[in-house]
């Protein structure tokens, strides 16, 4: 067995996704039963593995013997981008597999729940590894509708649907498999088993065999943890830097894992995992007669949405019980269902049992040793419900457990209970509600009467942890009222006391619909023989999928090899007074404290090469004053991360506050904070226009930030060189130049001494440019200073509180338009959060306006733009670099005027589109032929003349779920607009074997650039991609490359790799010609013994671009990629929880290089944008320091949030002059059609607002998160709440930009 088990983990909080390696680990069961259970690395403590068998990706297959089909298949479905979070993919996969070789898509998709990607939108993971289903497509369970009616589209002439065949794949073969180390399960047999002691640094491990020795050791360690999931004491001691000097782990106990089904309920140990009580409870509600079973189905209810299942194999139900999660689950349920415990004695799981914040009436030297629940009696329904800000894989906002016990053949409340979780410090039980109910029967105004009670009840004070007071509040009331239906659905049934549920309302008893059925894309390729335009997987899928591929952080430790450690401000606006490094310099392994004083160059930055006064910025280490949290001050260099961690915690600051802290964009404006110059872009007249409008409309839309979040964090190698101070810098960034001239100038050497190596990236997204220079700055001198190799990889945390991320934007506008819909004239206003340094906000602020126009031709157009200077981490590039903030805001806008007119909005954007040959509003000619085609094309394949009827009949029918469809364009210019960034260099090797190196300027991070180039290659020097190498882009190879970055990564490095290639052709003529019947390797040999050069560089020398903000006018871009989304939702009114139900679009991308990537970016860009309108939510408290660092806080998209039904079309028949072989830019274009989710939320809304009977606009920020869309329908239970009292504390979070 392999027990590798390398932590790749970067994450905060939960830490439980990212994972790279997902272990499976096996125990021989009582009867010699292996058992597969798929696990975090980042939470499973070494120790507690001891008898366990550990896989990790290497070990189920590679790509020099044997690979296994579940890393063939993601690989060759393109389900792998970046490969960073393929391995963990791999090992949820391979171990249902295991456990179930022919598994439903239910299962897949339950068994990745866990496993989050940045990268791929899903769909082609899913798809992949749908081939392992047995029935391998059809459902039939949306709308009983066959998935597989994708087949039956198959094939118009010339188009092609499918991006991999099913035929080629591996087989799945259960024999191959590895099987249960022989001498482990003679270990877990051998009778002679002993108290096991494991010593650390600063711990002891230990791991009794009995029950009275673990009583004996609680007794004689009261405070020691009980460990057995690990998942709460782990997070503690990994992220609160908790110190447990002896932890007890129990998971050898016998007694803690029984289970006894008795007739009066089932009693089960308090060390079963959750899915064990999961399988123990189906087969008790399998085996009971339903009116028993109450419970335990509402049990399995909130279990399924418990963590992902790699935490609930380990998770154990007596830890859930002790750990006393304010917002547990199963708590709730427990107390609500006469659950009890038996400690030593047995105690009743009530409202007395929970005390406080993680406090529970357990002494410290109590154990819980089972669970007792008690099955439901006659005449008693128990239910429970739960809102999450995700739908999987995120701890619930209010989460409840309910019973009710009525008389014998009454409606007569008998009995009653209703437990809360996630509305105070602990489980709250809601007793004054549940008495008000008792006695009476089971109506509305019984019905009414709780609810009034209820309000008075649950509480919560404005600063109340978590926030969202008034959302939460507002829940307790909505779970009751579907409690209050599934009781009367109950009561009709049994009973027949009542009248039946009014249809309307069913609705608010149905779930959101789940299945997801397969991807469908429409694509042409060129020709078969044609390497170019081919689906070809990623060329470095296979190595992600099999845990070989390298990523910065896996480059083997060196000698002499120490970390770097950063210490950060916890104040937003300050002086520092005094650092004490002593205590730190004192801590074990402790090599230095790095500060300002040893940067031994320049200590100040410049990043774009423009306007070098407004963009200078300076280097964190030196400054004095602080201008965030999260700033950087100093850094600690020892010989391990953890010292480093531990010694950077205990550096002392002193600071001395500053007033005057500025963190929104009204404080900005108010102060005037602003990073010069401002700017203002305009066409026509407005003000004339204005006058002639038949209607003004001004409205605002506040556009929340966005973490990159990507899967690799900020990571960095730097090797000092022992001669002629040469320094190699191996980091995660999207530009190498710019760290290596930041590290030479910093450093205050040569730029030609500093090379830079990127092999891949694993996700970036605009976020490892500037950044992570600055980060590379700072461990360069950390190894100029210390003359060893220092290595920098930043923990999820502490990445997403330093690094700064998507500009929040505070648009405002003023519409003037005509009854038929004509808008005559817009007046825009971008208020742009740039945070504590310019960074390149001054160049987003101008993107924002070049792009203001969209898709639409609005002749009087004015918009002004600026970047505020606050007290926030610095904001930077992030995929669309503000044209997804400058376009929301339009397209708000504009549905603001179809709502004030009363039509659908497509109609008013139809009617807007540029038409003919057009000019945009800074006089740039260009034809919109290809986006009016998107436009009609979309239309058509969504069918949405037939949807959007059908839409409304669904919302006259349901009162609590409400749907909604949206139409959304883009019209995006590609590249920097800058004419020195439009260019690339590359350098291309033949060998004598005939093999092919290149190098060029762009860097891999999942885009598949690499892939794309080789395809030139393999086109242009008419050779096998199989021939063809790239191993990294390094600055030595190839010198002063531009970002990667602005969808422009082919566009320049395919055509510089193209030049180079052209030469060596050229060069290889003659041989050709002497001999046409030889082969390449014959060519290439005889060009060797004949002196010809089989090396060349190759360059790209763009187009000239220009704007001119005096003038107003100019050419910033070559071409615009279009392409127009339509988007359909389910939005649940009750928890404003919503579900893409179907999403179409279609995309001009001129002749496609390689349409399986391409359609990959389009995907995982949608995916992205859905995040980023309606799910990413960055909370900063009212002193600036970010809430939400890890994945336990922040929700990107996960699997369950996959549109049900996905298509995508490259549009035929497209040419594009300006880029290579006719095709064109997508990496960042489609983020922004994942604003076509938001708004149909938004018509959603706007049909439950009717029902209460609002009409016309109404404001909804984005990201558009449950709460926001459920305050947004204004139903009755929102009113029921009553306003707070402003002014008597601050809120738990700021309401940003
Ligand atoms: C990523 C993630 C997602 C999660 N999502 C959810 C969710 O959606 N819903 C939800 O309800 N919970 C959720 N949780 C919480 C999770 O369910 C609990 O952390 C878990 O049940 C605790 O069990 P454990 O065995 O891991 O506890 P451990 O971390 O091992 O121990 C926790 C505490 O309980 C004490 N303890 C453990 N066993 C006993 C015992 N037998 N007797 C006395 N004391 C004991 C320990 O001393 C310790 O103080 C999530 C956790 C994570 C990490
Ligand atoms: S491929 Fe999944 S995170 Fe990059």
Not at 580 to 605: C, E, H, N, W, Y
Not at 1023 to 1030: A, D, K, N, R, V
Not at 1176 to 1191: M, N
Request: with cysteine; proline share 6%.
């Amino acid at each position: 067995s392999k027990s590798e088990t390398r932590q790749r983990s970067k994450s905060k909080g939960t830490g439980y996704r990212i994972t790279r390696k997902r272990e499976e680990k096996k125990k021989p069961g009582k009867k010699g039963r292996e058992t597969h259970l798929s696990a975090n690395a980042c939470l499973m403590p070494i120790c507690q593995l001891h008898g366990a068998a550990v896989t990790t990706v290497e070990g189920i297959g590679n790509t020099k013997t044997r690979l296994h089909p579940v890393q063939e298949r993601i690989a060759k479905a393109h389900g792998s981008q970046c490969g960073f979070c393929t391995p963990g993919m791999v090992m949820s996969m391979y171990t249902l597999l295991r456990n179930k070789p022919k598994p439903s898509m239910e299962d897949i998709t339950e068994a990745l729940g866990g496993n989050l990607c940045r990268c791929t939108g899903y769909q082609e993971i899913i798809d992949g590894y749908r081939t392992f289903c047995e029935n391998n497509n059809c459902c039939q369970q949306n709308n009983n509708v066959c998935c597989k009616s994708n087949e039956s589209r198959l094939l118009e002439h010339d188009k092609n649907v499918e991006l991999f065949r099913k035929e080629d794949l591996l087989p799945l073969d259960p024999t191959q498999d590895l099987i249960f180390p022989p001498e482990l399960i003679r270990m877990a047999e051998s009778p002679e088993q002993t108290t096991q002691k494991f010593h650390g640094e600063r711990m002891t491990w230990i791991s009794p065999i009995t029950l009275d020795e673990l009583v004996q050791l609680k007794t004689q360690y009261p405070q020691a943890p009980v460990v057995m999931g690990n998942t709460n004491v782990g997070l503690d001691i990994k992220f609160k830097g908790v110190l447990h000097p002896i932890i007890i782990s129990p998971t050898r106990v016998r007694e803690l894992f029984g289970v006894e089904q008795r007739p009066e309920g089932v009693c089960i140990g308090a060390g079963c995992s959750l899915s064990t009580v999961q399988s123990v409870l189906e087969r008790c509600v399998c085996s009971l007669p339903a009116e028993h079973t109450q419970t335990y189905a509402a049990l399995l209810g909130q279990l399924r949405h418990v963590g992902g299942q790699q935490i609930r194999n380990v998770a154990t139900l007596g830890g859930n019980v002790a750990s006393a999660y304010p917002n547990s689950d199963l708590n709730p349920i427990l107390a609500a269902g006469r659950c009890s415990l038996l400690l030593q004695t047995k105690v009743p799981l009530d409202k007395d049992f929970f005390v406080g914040f993680r406090k529970t009436t357990l002494r410290p030297d109590e154990l819980v040793l089972s669970v007792f629940i008690p099955i439901s009696r006659k005449g008693e329904v128990v239910r429970a419900f739960r809102h999450a800000p995700r739908k999987t894989n995120a701890l619930p906002t209010v989460t409840t457990g309910m019973r009710v016990w009525f008389h014998d053949g009454s409606d007569v409340v008998r009995e009653m209970s209703v437990y809360y979780g996630g509305v105070g410090a602990c489980t709250f039980c809601a007793e004054r509600t549940s008495q008000q109910v008792t006695g009476r029967p089971w109506n509305e105004a019984t019905l009414n009467e709780a609810y009034r009670v209820l309000v008075d009840e649950v509480t919560l004070g404005v600063s109340a942890p978590g926030g969202q007071v008034v959302f939460r509040r507002s829940l307790t009331l909505s779970l009751f009222f579907r409690f209050y239906l599934h009781v009367l659905q109950y009561l009709k049934d049994m009973v027949r006391l009542v009248a039946e549920v009014p249809c309307e309302q069913n609705s608010a008893m149905e779930p959101l619909p789940c299945v997801i059925g397969p991807g469908y894309q429409e694509f042409q390729v060129r020709s078969a023989q044609d390497p170019v335009g081919q689906p070809v997987p990623h060329s470095s899928a296979l190595t992600h999928a099999t845990g070989e591929a390298v990523y910065c952080d896996d480059i083997p430790h060196m000698n002499r090899e120490v970390f770097l450690s950063l210490v950060t401000s916890t104040k937003a606006h300050a002086k520092i007074i005094h650092i004490d490094v002593s205590r730190a310099l004192d801590m074990p392994g402790v090599v230095d404290v790095i500060t300002a004083k040893d940067i031994p160059g320049q200590k100040f930055q410049s990043f774009t090469g423009i306007n070098e006064e407004v963009l200078y910025i300076l280097l964190p280490l030196c400054r004095i004053f602080v201008t965030c949290v999260g700033q950087i001050i100093c850094a600690v260099v020892a010989d391990t991360k953890q010292h480093g961690k531990l010694a950077a915690a205990a550096l002392k600051v002193t600071y001395e506050d500053l007033p005057d802290r500025i963190f929104t964009t009204e404080e900005a404006v108010e102060q005037c904070s602003f990073y010069a110059p401002q700017r203002t872009l305009q066409r026509g007249d407005i003000h004339m226009a204005f006058q002639e409008a038949e209607h003004i409309y001004e409205g605002e839309i506040r556009v929340g930030g966005q973490e990159h979040f990507y899967m690799e964090t900020q990571s960095m190698l730097v090797i000092p060189a022992r001669e002629q101070k040469e320094v190699k810098v191996y980091l995660s960034t999207q530009h190498p130049t710019c760290a290596q001239m930041s590290v030479a100038e910093t450093l205050g050497i040569p730029a030609n001494r500093v090379s830079c190596h990127v092999k891949r990236v694993g996700g970036a997204f605009g976020g490892k440019i500037t950044k992570a220079s600055i980060l590379a700055c700072i461990t360069a001198v950390a190894a100029w200073k210390t003359e060893r190799p220092v290595r920098c990889v930043l923990e999820r945390g502490e990445d997403m509180l330093i690094t700064g991320g998507r500009h929040p934007v505070l648009g405002k506008y003023k519409v003037g338009f005509m009854n038929d819909g004509k808008i005559i004239a817009a007046d825009v206003h971008y208020f742009v959060n740039a945070g504590n340094t310019p960074d390149e906000s001054v160049l987003v602020v101008e993107k924002m306006l070049v792009q203001l126009d969209n898709a639409y031709n609005i002749p009087n157009l004015r918009g002004q733009s600026v970047a505020c200077k606050t007290n926030l981490p610095s904001s930077t590039a992030f995929r669309g670099f503000g044209v997804p903030q400058s376009m929301v805001v339009i397209e708000n806008m504009i549905h603001d005027v179809a709502m004030t007119l009363g039509r659908p909005a497509e109609e008013i954007k139809e009617m807007n589109l540029y038409k003919g040959l057009s000019r945009t509003h800074y006089k740039m000619e260009f034809d919109p032929e290809n986006l009016h085609c998107c436009w009609v094309e979309c239309k058509k394949r969504s069918e949405l003349g037939r949807r959007r009827p059908a839409v409304a009949e669904f919302n006259r029918r349901n009162r609590w779920k409400k749907r909604g469809i949206a139409m959304v364009p883009i019209k995006y210019g590609v590249g920097f607009g800058h004419s020195f960034l439009q260019q690339a260099a590359a350098l291309v090797h033949i060998y004598k074997d005939g093999s092919v190196l290149v190098s060029h300027g762009g860097i891999e991070m999942g885009q598949g650039l690499h892939t794309k180039v080789q395809q030139v290659v393999s086109r242009e020097l008419n050779i096998p991609l199989s021939l063809i190498h790239i191993s990294e882009t390094c600055t030595s190879a190839v010198p002063n490359t531009n970002p990667t970055a602005a969808s422009f990564g082919t566009d320049a490095n395919g055509m510089a790799v193209w030049d180079a290639c052209q030469t060596l052709y050229k060069r290889l003529e003659p041989v050709r010609k002497k001999d046409p019947s030889g082969t390449w390797k014959s060519w290439i040999a005889t060009a060797f013994q004949e002196r010809i050069s089989l090396s060349a560089t190759g360059f790209y020398r763009g187009h000239e671009l220009s704007m001119d903000w005096q003038k107003q006018e100019g050419r910033p871009y070559t071409y615009f990629t279009y392409a127009v989304c339509c988007s359909e939702v389910e939005l649940d009114c009750l928890t404003g929880e919503y579900r893409t139900v179907r999403a179409d679009i279609v995309v001009d991308i001129g002749k496609s290089i390689n349409p399986a990537i391409d359609i990959g970016q389009i995907k995982g860009a949608f995916m992205q944008g859905l995040g980023l309108y309606t799910m990413e939510e960055l909370k900063f408290s009212p002193s600036g320091s970010l809430h939400t660092r890890g994945p336990g806080q922040y929700k990107i998209p996960a699997v369950c949030d996959v549109p049900l039904q996905f298509n995508v079309y490259l549009l035929p028949g497209s040419q594009n002059p300006f880029a290579i072989y006719s095709s064109k830019g997508i990496g960042e274009p489609i983020v922004f059609l994942g604003s076509s989710v938001f708004f149909a939320m938004k018509e959603a809304i706007t049909a439950a607002r009717t029902d209460v009977g609002l009409s016309g606009p109404f404001p909804l920020r984005t990201p558009a998160t449950p709460e926001h869309a459920c305050l947004a329908c204004n139903t009755h239970f929102n009113q029921m709440i009553p306003k707070m009292e402003a002014g008597t504390s601050p809120p738990w979070a700021m309401e940003l930009p």
